[in-house]
T-cell receptor, first 115, second 117 residues
Framework: EPEVTQTPSHQVTQMGQEVILRCVPI?????FYWYRQILGQKVEFLVS????????KSEIFDDQFSVERPDGSNFTLKIRSTKLEDSAMYFC?????????????FGAGTRLSVL | AQTVTQSQPEMSVQEAETVTLSCTYD???????LFWYKQPPSRQMILVIR??????QNATENRFSVNFQKAAKSFSLKISDSQLGDTAMYFC??????????????FGKGTHLIIQP
């Protein structure tokens, strides 16, 4: 069964460094998303992406964040200058969004640790 | 803005029992989707069940069923014949319907369900 793939599973970085989290969505899906989950807290929406542009973003998704679909398969989240509070689990999701389905399928997540 | 409230931080039941997890939400939207996701210790988010607000019939998926009360803005999850593998965090989530897939999910804080042997 097709699945969303995220790499790496765990990323450790120093404060102030740039990180890129990578995702391969399900191949025929049209919408892509990033969410984050700080340890012990609820999952929070960051951004949605469709047709090579941002569709929707939350207040969390400030200028430090950017997303890109650099080729036909990858979808990336870049954090420009990481802060301690960026430490969290980051989930990618994808959605076919047609035919009334509208189901978001999640990857296994990337745990980001900022030291 | 939408809000999702899960009032039970933790629940514990014996294996084979039935358990109900509660979820309420607040929205001014008329058409939307509701979901339950399961997050086991591996922290992967797994879809359990989905409900479309315009459908009055409650969704079921094998041992999982929902009680959707639109007027009360309530969306509870019932797990029948609970199994050890059901131990996980369960998140209730809301998604608007009107913009295709553009909108993100709004999640509740989760209920930690423990199935005791």
């Amino acid at each position: 069964e097709p699945e969303v793939t995220q790499t790496p599973s765990h990323q450790v970085t120093q404060m102030g460094q740039e990180v890129i989290l990578r995702c391969v969505p399900i191949s025929n899906h049209l919408y892509f998303y990033w969410y984050r989950q700080i340890l012990g807290q609820k999952v929070e929406f960051l951004v949605s992406f469709y047709n090579n542009e941002i569709s929707e973003k939350s207040e969390i998704f400030d200028d430090q964040f950017s997303v890109e679909r650099p080729d036909g398969s990858n979808f990336t989240l870049k954090i420009r200058s990481t802060k301690l509070e960026d430490s969290a689990m980051y989930f990618c999701a994808s959605n076919l969004a047609g035919g009334g389905k509208n189901i978001q399928y999640f990857g296994a997540g990337t745990r980001l640790s900022v030291l | 803005a939408q809000t999702v409230t899960q009032s039970q931080p933790e629940m514990s039941v014996q294996e084979a029992e039935t358990v109900t997890l509660s979820c309420t939400y607040d929205t001014s939207e008329n058409n939307y989707y509701l979901f339950w996701y399961k997050q086991p210790p591996s922290r992967q988010m797994i879809l359990v069940i989905r409900q479309e607000a315009y459908k009055q019939q409650n969704a079921t998926e094998n041992r999982f069923s929902v009680n959707f009360q639109k007027a009360a803005k309530s969306f509870s999850l019932k797990i029948s014949d609970s199994q050890l593998g059901d131990t996980a965090m369960y998140f209730c989530a809301f998604m608007k319907h009107d913009r295709g897939g553009a909108d993100g999910l709004t999640f509740g804080k989760g209920t930690h369900l423990i199935i005791q042997p």
